[in-house]
């Protein structure tokens, strides 16, 4: 039953996160700065990362279907519906909570080590809320964009590499793309991205504010925080298809 | 006034703090003095109520801290200001925005307001120069004029200070010592001073708690520091040799 007890602590967290804000003024500035620092600051790597991904998928799609009885537009499509179903939300999601996971437990850690979360307490200031509450926003408002530039840029990476190896005609991938879509696969994505913001923002978040030591004991944080988050990114991944798409 | 009555504090079974009550007197520099592990720190931090108590009282001019809810707590935190041992200034803030920071959370004050009040807090710990620049690029010594300035910014009634000399020269030791003196008594705070630097005790000290192993062995002012029959608190205070041959001679 001790694996209840950090569990009973996230969610005590939470709930002081969740409490009303001192002065809304400085925490909407504070969800700006978080928005350019967690979001604006990732949108480089979502597109390096979906471009070459959505290139990726295409060439195995094309080089797995050399069957004269399957249509190569087929390619376009398979690319398409991989972006958007999985690799947009929840793969994006997994970079994402590396990056933005170890930033977030790293700084709260460091914040609490050298007292700075002690001082805002005494200062009478809910430093869980004030430190942790504008991340989850900032995630939670952005991280649907970076989704949208991570669908559209991994469906043209797909398009970019038939085009230059020659793979399939810029036309046939075109018509795949545009084949049998299921638009409610777009919400599915951003509903997951939702949820997988809260976590990747709030489990790392848990692990920095709850540090307590040196060093050593933030880069142990900071390592928990990712892994933690990545297991759970996987399992409402699961939870998420069962109640969203199963028929 | 700060009252505290019977404080307990364990962790994992071992007593930290045990049986403990002082006065606090206002307008007065308070010092808690001790050994490391004596318990000094702990005894501030339940005084503040970052810590909970096992049992006991804890009075902020008759506000028992240790039965208030979270929402209380912080509005009485709003009186008090803490200078801790590292300074504990927020990296990412300048000087400026972090002695600010309070006013900006909790105050409806103008901009121009605030600057007047920042310049003044400032001025009084003599960091006039320094509005601009961030913490690391300060010394060890404006780093804790800073903190004293952003500690003073809402003109608290409570002062506490973990440590205030830690890792500073003899002469800046003195210069923050006189400077929490000094600001003690134009603004009337109770001020508690966490320390085992004996300079302190006999700059300072208006009133001197000797705290060994939990336990509260004396109290007094700082000339009875050094005429103290108590064995634990004669063993702190000339640990030195330079201590032994001033006790040798007095």
Redesign the interface.
């Known amino acids: 039953m001790k694996f209840l007890q950090p569990l009973g602590s996230y969610f005590i967290l939470m709930g002081r996160v969740l409490s009303k804000p001192?002065?809304g003024k400085?925490y909407y500035q504070q969800t700006v700065k978080e928005i350019v620092s967690l979001g604006i600051n990732s949108i480089g790597i979502v597109i390096i990362i979906s471009i070459f991904m959505g290139a990726v998928i295409t060439l195995q799609t094309r080089y797995n279907l050399e069957n004269p009885l399957i249509p190569t537009y087929l390619i376009g499509l398979t690319a398409r519906d991989t972006m958007l179903l999985e690799f947009s939300s929840t793969i994006v999601g997994l970079i994402l909570a590396g990056k933005v996971g170890s930033n977030i437990a790293s700084e709260i850690g460091?914040m609490r080590i050298?007292?700075?979360i002690?001082?805002l307490?005494?200062?009478?200031?809910?430093s869980a809320s004030y430190l942790i509450l504008p991340k989850i926003i900032a995630t939670v408002l952005f991280n649907p964009i970076l989704t949208l530039i991570s669908m559209f840029m991994g469906v043209f990476g797909g398009w970019a590499i038939s085009v230059a190896t020659g793979a399939l005609t810029s036309s046939d991938y075109i018509y795949g793309i545009q084949y049998w879509f299921v638009p409610f696969y777009i919400t599915y994505s951003l509903i997951k991205t939702v949820v997988f913001a809260i976590i990747i923002t709030s489990v790392p978040a848990f692990f920095g504010y709850h540090v307590s030591g040196g060093a050593l004991e933030v880069g142990r944080a900071s390592t928990k925080g990712v892994v933690a988050s990545s297991i759970l990114i996987l399992l409402f991944n699961v939870i998420l298809t069962q109640l969203l798409l199963a028929k | 006034m700060i009252t505290i009555r019977n404080i307990r504090k364990s962790f994992n079974k071992e007593t930290v703090l045990n049986d403990i009550s002082v006065d606090f007197d206002e307008g007065k520099t308070n010092l808690v003095i001790g050994q490391s592990g004596s318990g000094k720190t702990v005894l501030v931090k339940c005084i503040i109520g970052l810590f909970e108590v096992d049992e006991g009282e804890i009075f902020y001019h008759n506000r028992d801290i240790v039965r208030m809810t979270l929402r209380e707590r912080q509005a009485l935190r709003r009186e008090m200001g803490k200078l801790f041992q590292g300074g504990a200034l927020f990296d990412s803030l300048t000087v400026e925005e972090n002695v600010r920071f309070p006013l900006d959370m909790f105050t409806s004050m103008t901009a121009g307001e605030k600057r007047k009040q920042v310049d003044f807090c400032l001025d009084h710990v003599r960091l006039d120069t320094a509005h601009k620049l961030f913490p690391a690029e300060l010394s060890g010594g404006m780093q804790k004029r800073a903190a004293i300035a952003r500690a003073i910014v809402q003109n608290p009634r409570y002062l506490f200070c973990d440590e205030p000399n830690s890792g500073l020269d003899p002469i800046t030791a003195i210069v923050i010592d006189k400077l929490i003196s000094e600001i003690t008594h134009e603004f009337n705070m109770t001020t508690i001073i966490n320390t085992h630097d004996m300079n302190s005790v006999m700059e300072i000290g208006e009133k001197v708690v000797f705290i060994h192993k939990g336990i509260k062995q004396w109290e007094g002012n700082s000339e009875g520091v050094l005429t103290s029959d108590n064995e634990y608190l004669n063993d702190f205070v000339f640990a030195s040799n330079l201590t032994k041959k001033i006790k040798e001679k007095l």
């Not at chain 1, 307490?121 to 809910?126: A, H």
């Open positions: 001192e002065k400085i460091h050298t007292e700075q002690d001082a307490e005494i200062m009478g200031v809910n």
